[in-house]
Structures are given as structure tokens and as C-alpha cells.
């Protein structure tokens, strides 16, 4: 049977938020010991414009998000079935395609080369799913899924890269910015449950970019992911700024092994949603809340193409790569906990005193 969430999506997006919040004050203890000056914002992307609003009811929370040409696709995060909206270019809502499958907590959407819509149904807040799922929306409307498995555990997930040779890579969501990579062992199958294997380690650092809702820790969580239709580009997101990778020969691994081109987003509620645009370089980016601006991040009329870069080694040992210049995430680790521990003590001796 489908997984089915115990309690609904809504909840479990509460205590996100609630958790956010707790984390803001002790990263921005953290921030200050991290380094002062930001990695800087590549200047190879243009003024950020708006594209459309999207005012459709049905789409509170959108999570994931395709370009198609003109047109979009978007996904709730949520939701009692796996529903993918086709948006026009004024992000009015035409088709929707639905699948019989109750997700837990998708989180990202992808379009396959064969026209299958991929829901990444890979939420975890709690980090206690036995598996994640991929579900397939087949053009002739019939419905695959596939169940998958980490090889160290449950982990929160938001973002979905799909490789052009169909291959999907899982990118997680951690709080202190050191995510992995994961892909599945097989080719996706319908009807079983595949275990994963990671293939990368990154290390995402403090950027200075505003925007929502968690505070400073926004700019550590990878919150969604896009590959270009081309096959050229990928792209990961946190809250606040957006990267990209040139990519080749479907080598994900190798491509986020490289140093990326870093845009800072502009300021939104809970930006979750990133895709390329028809033209497979400019930025598609959005925000869940009513109306959900859908912002386009053009890409600056003489910036050259990005060379590709060579593929890192596909294991599990790779390095974490710093992105923002500054603390690795090992390094990160060990001043979250001196600085967890320092607030403890400093707790205990003013119970102490109050005693």
C-alpha cells in the first residue's frame, strides 16, 4: 500500500517551521564565527524579473517545479494524491495530471526525456521513513512507483535531480549545510524498493542573502533542484540563493563536484521551487503562499557558456565541497557543538544562581 502521512503534510510543515525557528538562534551564534565576507555572487546572472503570479487555489504550497517551453509544471508539497498542474505562460492553471497514489511528502518534480513527470515523494522532517518513493506520471496516464532506501538512515530530502540518461540523484536537506547525494543501485522499476548509494558529500556555508522562514539557517538548506532540458546545466536551491553546475554526460556527481555560479534569490516566504527556463539557462524560481511570484533570473546577455568541469571519483568518500568559501561542514560541526556546549554550560550556571 501507498505510504500515507499519519497525521497530514500540514503538521509536519508546522513543526518544520517551529524547528526552523529554534535553529535561527543558535546559527546566528554560529554565524559569528564563521567568516565575515560571503563568497560572492557570480555576476554572470542578471536583475531578477517577474515572470507571473500564480492565484490558483489549488497551488497554496508549490514545492517543485518544470519548464516546459512557455508553459510550467508545478507540485504541492502535500496533498491526498500525486497531482502535477500545467501552468500556461501567465501561470494560469489548464491540465492537471493526477496518479492513485497517496504520497507522504513530495518535494520536487521532475520531467523525464520519455515525458514522464517525476514526484520526489522525499519529505522527512522527522527522519523516521523506512523508505522514500519516486512516482511517475506516464503520458499515456498510467502510474509507476518505486521505493527507495538510504544506506545510513533516514535523512529530510527536498531536492530531485533527474540525469538525462534518466538516472535520479536525491539531495538532502541539513541543517548545518553538509548534504549528500544519493542515487539509486538499479534502474527505477515499478512495484519495488530499491536501496540507494551516496555518491557525494557538499558543504553549503553561510551567504549573507536574506529571505525565508528560518533565519540564517535558509541559507544552508538545499530546499529543491532542476537539470536543464538540455542536459547542460544543473541547478540546487536553498531558501535564499540558487547554484549551477555546468553538467556533462549525465555526470551529476562530477558536475557538483565543481565549483558553481552562486545567485542570490530574491527575498520570498518559503521558496522551495527552482527550474530552468525555456531556454535552458535562465531561472525559473518560486515560493510556496498565495500569490506565488514566479520569478525569472535571466542569465546576463554577454556571459559566455560555462566550461564543464572534470568528474570527481563516484563514491562515498568524496570530499564535501565548501561552497561558500569559508568553514567545511566537519569544521561547521565541531563549532555548532562547542557552541551548543557553551550554551549549556552558560544555562546551567544561571540555574545555578537561580537556585
Not at 157 to 170: F, K, M, N, R, V
Not at 328 to 350: D, K, M, N, Q, Y
Amino acid at each position: 500500500m501507498p505510504e500515507r502521512a499519519d497525521s497530514r503534510v500540514d503538521r509536519a510543515r508546522r513543526r518544520t517551521r517551529v524547528a526552523g525557528a529554534a535553529l535561527s538562534a543558535p546559527l546566528g551564534a554560529l554565524a559569528v564565527l564563521l567568516p565575515a565576507t560571503p563568497a560572492a555572487a557570480d555576476d554572470t546572472y542578471g536583475a531578477p524579473t517577474t515572470r507571473c503570479e500564480i492565484t490558483d487555489e489549488r497551488l497554496p504550497e508549490i514545492s517543485g517545479l518544470v519548464g516546459v517551453g512557455n508553459a510550467m509544471l508545478a507540485m504541492n508539497d502535500g496533498g491526498d494524491q500525486a497531482e502535477v498542474y500545467v501552468l500556461d505562460g501567465a501561470c494560469a492553471v489548464g491540465e492537471v495530471r493526477t496518479a492513485a497514489v497517496d504520497p507522504y511528502d513530495p518535494e520536487d518534480l521532475a520531467l523525464g526525456a520519455d515525458g514522464t513527470v517525476w514526484l520526489a515523494d522525499i519529505g522527512d522532517n522527522d527522519q523516521q521513513r523506512e523508505t522514500v518513493a519516486l512516482i511517475g506520471l506516464r503520458p499515456d496516464g498510467s502510474s509507476t512507483l518505486t521505493r527507495l532506501t538510504y544506506p545510513d538512515g533516514p535523512h529530510d530530502a527536498e531536492a530531485l535531480l533527474l540525469a538525462p540518461d534518466g538516472t535520479p540523484y536525491l539531495v538532502t536537506k541539513e541543517v548545518l549545510g553538509a548534504s549528500s547525494v544519493y542515487r539509486p543501485a538499479e534502474p527505477l522499476a515499478d512495484g519495488v524498493t530499491l536501496p540507494m548509494t551516496r555518491v557525494l558529500g557538499m558543504g553549503f556555508t553561510l551567504t549573507g542573502t536574506p529571505g525565508g522562514p528560518v533565519g540564517r539557517a535558509g541559507q544552508l538548506l538545499v530546499t529543491g533542484g532542476a537539470v536543464s532540458a538540455d542536459g547542460q546545466r544543473i541547478a540546487l536551491r536553498t531558501y535564499t540563493d540558487a547554484y549551477v553546475w555546468p553538467l556533462a554526460d549525465s555526470d551529476v556527481a562530477g558536475a557538483l563536484s565543481g565549483p558553481p555560479v552562486r545567485v542570490a534569490l530574491p527575498d520570498s516566504p518559503q521558496g522551495e521551487a527552482i527550474a530552468f527556463a525555456g531556454n535552458d539557462r535562465d531561472l525559473l524560481v518560486t515560493s510556496e503562499d498565495l500569490p506565488a511570484v514566479v520569478t525569472l533570473v535571466p542569465v546576463a546577455a554577454a556571459a559566455a557558456p560555462a566550461p564543464a568541469t572534470d568528474a570527481a571519483p563516484d563514491d562515498a568518500a568524496a570530499a564535501p565541497l565548501d561552497l561558500g568559501g569559508g568553514v567545511s561542514p566537519v569544521t561547521a560541526g565541531l563549532i555548532a557543538a562547542a557552541v551548543a556546549t557553551l550554551l549549556v554550560w552558560i544555562g546551567g550556571r544561571l540555574r545555578r544562581r537561580q537556585g
